[in-house]
């Protein structure tokens, strides 16, 4: 039988390969909700990005003619009590959010999964040492730690970014470190081992590929969660400061006016409630996709 | 009943290294402030000798080290300093504040735990029912929602549009009465003053409701899945072979191992709750830490913020304690691991 005959017998088997992330895209792509929360963050997400564009108005210029309007044609979610129009507040508040979101699990991401991989990696007093840290501070309320940290260093963004960073540290860390004592033990590290790799190219090539699904689901999650703690601080007065239009700030505000204004208050609430829902929905499909088999 | 108590004796040992570590962290954050603490308590036109005075009385001219033990030493005596704003004690100031951030928290943990186990009873005992499918989709929007925006929300809807529950506060103050605790529903109870329970259980409900949202959600979902996982089990099929009906299969067989990953959500949740209660005080005007330190940040009264973080942090510390003891009850195979 020649080669050409063999090809045709079994063209089922001839199947391109495609790689993990590959796969892992097929499957998310089929689950309706993980699609949905996409679809909510990148609209959001590109509202923000190309604000100057779609924003209607300018969200700070004040136009005391046009306070407290209800939503209309000329002001589509209307107004504040300064007049600024919410739409556009909301849109460009779209950019601090998620600025503040991801800058924040960023920070925690890069600490926290360098924490985890030295501690599981070398074990011993470097790892007792960063999971002590880790398990102190988790010993305090999150939204707690956070509030202490910006209110001794200020009020601000930056700080209120650093607050949230810091408390998303050790889950990185604790996932991280699983992580990495599973794979270490798998025969394909030792035998990269057995030939002779440095820990640098051990770590590096081939257990950090290998440990990053759960960090990929929880930096999704953790953007989410980090979007409705910047809210809070903000919400609180610790966050971004006025004019900043950010969505937490914008509620605070429009608390004094509820009665004649309550718009001014719903809009801004729809809009982290949404985004958090989106990367919520992202997070569990992405978990999905990750670990077929811990799907029930 | 001898390896529990060694169970409960080992926890405790472990909990001290975590209560020095709980230390060390406020007592480092508290000396990132920046500028002078010394400074910003007197103002800026202090005299010298008034500053140096009060760098020694606050031990600021020692070093860090030694400085902790001294805070260490002053905190295990109970001593947490004194109020800027009025030099009030501290741990005075929390022990008035801190009844009503319990009442606050545990009516929410209340709401969280009851309404949140029965949802997700019923979700896994009907699986794919509409119920099932409603009650999770309301539940995703619980974990994701700004618990600030949701108690705005019901204040315009219950409280101004439809008037069932007032606005902010613990109590109307046309209401007398008598604080024993101030715990006003146990106040209240203890003096027979059936008019100011019935306004502090007003008072409560809206608060508590906002607050309970997220650790509602959450519990809800845990109780559904773990639920569904446990009515999987062979002894669970062999329940239902030997002819008991489903209601009996779940709450005679199913539910008590169903309700250990339960019981560690809602000990981790209580976390959430002690810090969503500062967002939930400020909505409200509830008289508790939470605004107690929101308005001590404001007025850069940091012996108060310090204070108070400590001993909210110590409180879950303890509640995650209380916890695991609870699981060790709920499976053996813990006490005896």
Same mark, same amino acid.
């Given at each position: 039988?020649?080669?050409?005959?063999?090809?045709?017998?079994?063209?089922?088997?001839i199947?391109?390969?495609?790689?993990?992330?590959?796969?892992?895209?097929?499957?998310?792509?089929?689950?309706?909700?993980?699609?949905?929360?996409?679809?909510?963050?990148?609209?959001?997400?590109?509202?923000?990005?190309f604000?100057?564009?779609?924003?209607?108005?300018?969200?700070?210029?004040?136009?005391?003619? !046009? +306070?407290? #309007?209800?939503? /209309?044609?000329?002001? %589509? @979610? *209307?107004?504040?009590? $300064?007049?600024?129009? &919410?739409?556009?507040?909301?849109?460009?508040?779209?950019?601090?959010s998620?600025?503040?979101?991801?800058?924040s699990?960023?920070?925690?991401?890069?600490?926290?999964?360098?924490?985890?991989?030295?501690?599981?990696?070398?074990?011993?007093?470097?790892?007792?040492?960063?999971?002590?840290?880790?398990?102190i501070?988790?010993?305090?309320?999150?939204?707690?730690?956070?509030?202490?940290?910006?209110?001794?260093?200020?009020?601000?963004?930056?700080?209120?970014?650093l607050?949230?960073?810091?408390i998303?540290?050790?889950?990185?860390?604790?996932?991280?470190?699983?992580?990495?004592?599973?794979?270490?033990?798998?025969?394909?590290?030792?035998? !990269? +081992?057995? #030939?002779?790799? /440095?820990?640098?190219? %051990? @770590? *590096?090539?081939?257990? $950090?590929?290998?440990? &990053?699904?759960?960090?990929?689901?929880?930096?999704?999650?953790?953007?989410?969660?980090?979007?409705?703690?910047?809210?809070?601080?903000?919400?609180?007065?610790?966050?971004?400061?006025?004019?900043?239009?950010e969505?937490?700030?914008?509620?605070?505000?429009?608390?004094?006016?509820?009665?004649?204004?309550?718009?001014?208050?719903?809009?801004?609430?729809?809009?982290?409630?949404?985004?958090?829902?989106?990367?919520?929905?992202?997070?569990d499909?992405?978990?999905?996709?990750?670990?077929?088999r811990?799907?029930? | 009943?001898?390896?529990?108590?060694?169970?409960?004796?080992?926890?405790?040992?472990?909990?001290?290294?975590?209560?020095?570590?709980?230390?060390?962290?406020?007592?480092?954050?508290?000396?990132?402030?920046?500028?002078?603490?010394?400074?910003?308590?007197?103002?800026?036109?202090?005299?010298?000798?008034?500053?140096?005075?009060?760098?020694?009385?606050?031990?600021?001219?020692?070093?860090?080290p030694?400085?902790?033990?001294?805070?260490?030493?002053?905190?295990?005596?109970?001593?947490?300093?004194r109020?800027?704003?009025?030099?009030?004690?501290?741990?005075?100031?929390?022990?008035?504040?801190?009844?009503?951030?319990?009442?606050?928290?545990?009516?929410?943990?209340?709401?969280?735990?009851?309404?949140?186990?029965?949802?997700?009873?019923?979700?896994?005992?009907?699986?794919?029912?509409?119920?099932?499918?409603?009650?999770?989709?309301?539940?995703?929007?619980?974990?994701?929602?700004?618990?600030?925006?949701?108690?705005?929300?019901?204040?315009?809807?219950?409280?101004?549009?439809?008037?069932?529950?007032?606005?902010?506060?613990?109590?109307?103050?046309?209401?007398?009465?008598?604080?024993?605790?101030?715990?006003?529903?146990?106040?209240?109870?203890?003096?027979?003053?059936?008019?100011?329970?019935?306004?502090?259980?007003?008072?409560?409900?809206?608060?508590?409701?906002?607050?309970?949202?997220?650790?509602?959600?959450?519990i809800?979902?845990?109780?559904?899945?773990?639920?569904?996982?446990?009515?999987?089990?062979?002894?669970?099929?062999?329940?239902?072979?030997?002819?008991?009906?489903?209601?009996?299969?779940?709450?005679?067989?199913?539910?008590?191992?169903?309700?250990?990953?339960?019981?560690?959500v809602?000990?981790?949740n209580?976390?959430?709750?002690?810090?969503?209660?500062?967002?939930?005080?400020?909505?409200?005007?509830?008289?508790?830490?939470?605004?107690?330190?929101?308005?001590?940040?404001?007025?850069?009264d940091?012996?108060?913020?310090?204070?108070?973080?400590?001993?909210i942090?110590?409180?879950?510390?303890?509640?995650?304690?209380?916890?695991?003891?609870?699981?060790?009850?709920?499976?053996?195979?813990?006490?005896?691991?």
């Amino acid at each position: 039988m020649d080669e050409q005959a063999l090809r045709l017998q079994h063209p089922a088997v001839i199947r391109p390969s495609v790689g993990f992330y590959t796969d892992v895209w097929r499957r998310l792509r089929r689950n309706r909700a993980a699609m949905a929360g996409l679809a909510v963050i990148v609209l959001f997400a590109g509202l923000a990005a190309f604000a100057p564009v779609v924003a209607p108005q300018d969200p700070i210029v004040q136009d005391l003619e !046009a +306070r407290l #309007l209800p939503p /209309s044609m000329t002001h %589509l @979610l *209307g107004t504040d009590d $300064l007049g600024r129009d &919410l739409l556009s507040r909301i849109i460009y508040g779209g950019r601090v959010s998620l600025t503040l979101g991801m800058v924040s699990v960023g920070l925690a991401l890069v600490t926290g999964t360098l924490l985890g991989l030295v501690a599981g990696f070398y074990g011993r007093w470097a790892d007792s040492l960063t999971m002590r840290t880790m398990d102190i501070m988790l010993a305090f309320p999150a939204t707690l730690l956070a509030i202490f940290i910006v209110g001794i260093r200020g009020p601000g963004l930056n700080n209120a970014m650093l607050a949230i960073g810091v408390i998303n540290i050790p889950i990185f860390a604790r996932i991280m470190r699983g992580s990495v004592l599973r794979v270490r033990q798998e025969d394909f590290v030792e035998a !990269a +081992r057995a #030939l002779g790799a /440095s820990p640098r190219r %051990l @770590l *590096g090539r081939h257990i $950090l590929p290998n440990t &990053l699904a759960p960090i990929i689901v929880q930096t999704t999650l953790a953007i989410g969660a980090a979007i409705l703690e910047a809210a809070g601080l903000s919400f609180l007065g610790l966050g971004a400061q006025a004019p900043t239009p950010e969505w937490g700030a914008m509620l605070s505000h429009t608390r004094e006016f509820l009665r004649d204004a309550p718009w001014a208050a719903t809009f801004p609430g729809i809009a982290i409630l949404l985004t958090v829902v989106g990367f919520n929905l992202l997070g569990d499909g992405l978990r999905d996709a990750l670990d077929p088999r811990l799907r029930q | 009943m001898a390896a529990m108590g060694r169970y409960v004796g080992r926890r405790l040992v472990e909990i001290v290294p975590v209560f020095f570590g709980v230390l060390l962290i406020v007592f480092v954050i508290a000396h990132l402030t920046p500028g002078d603490p010394v400074l910003i308590a007197l103002g800026e036109h202090a005299t010298p000798e008034a500053i140096d005075r009060l760098r020694a009385e606050l031990d600021l001219d020692e070093p860090l080290p030694l400085q902790f033990i001294t805070y260490m030493g002053r905190v295990m005596r109970g001593d947490l300093g004194r109020s800027i704003q009025n030099n009030e004690r501290v741990i005075v100031e929390l022990g008035t504040r801190f009844p009503a951030t319990i009442e606050l928290t545990f009516a929410a943990m209340l709401v969280a735990s009851v309404v949140g186990i029965l949802t997700g009873i019923v979700a896994a005992a009907r699986q794919n029912s509409w119920f099932d499918g409603a009650s999770m989709f309301v539940a995703l929007f619980g974990f994701s929602m700004p618990i600030f925006w949701l108690g705005i929300m019901l204040i315009l809807l219950f409280a101004w549009y439809l008037g069932w529950f007032p606005i902010s506060g613990r109590l109307d103050y046309t209401i007398e009465l008598t604080r024993l605790t101030n715990f006003y529903l146990v106040d209240a109870l203890l003096s027979g003053t059936w008019k100011a329970l019935g306004d502090a259980l007003r008072h409560l409900v809206l608060p508590a409701v906002t607050l309970s949202t997220v650790a509602l959600a959450i519990i809800a979902r845990m109780t559904r899945s773990s639920l569904l996982e446990v009515l999987r089990q062979d002894y669970v099929r062999t329940a239902r072979a030997k002819g008991l009906g489903e209601v009996r299969v779940i709450s005679r067989h199913a539910l008590k191992n169903a309700f250990i990953p339960v019981v560690t959500v809602i000990g981790l949740n209580v976390g959430s709750l002690l810090g969503g209660a500062i967002l939930t005080e400020t909505i409200f005007a509830w008289p508790g830490v939470g605004r107690l330190v929101v308005d001590a940040i404001f007025a850069r009264d940091y012996p108060i913020v310090q204070g108070a973080v400590l001993v909210i942090a110590l409180v879950f510390v303890v509640v995650n304690l209380l916890v695991d003891l609870s699981y060790a009850y709920l499976d053996p195979r813990i006490r005896y691991g």
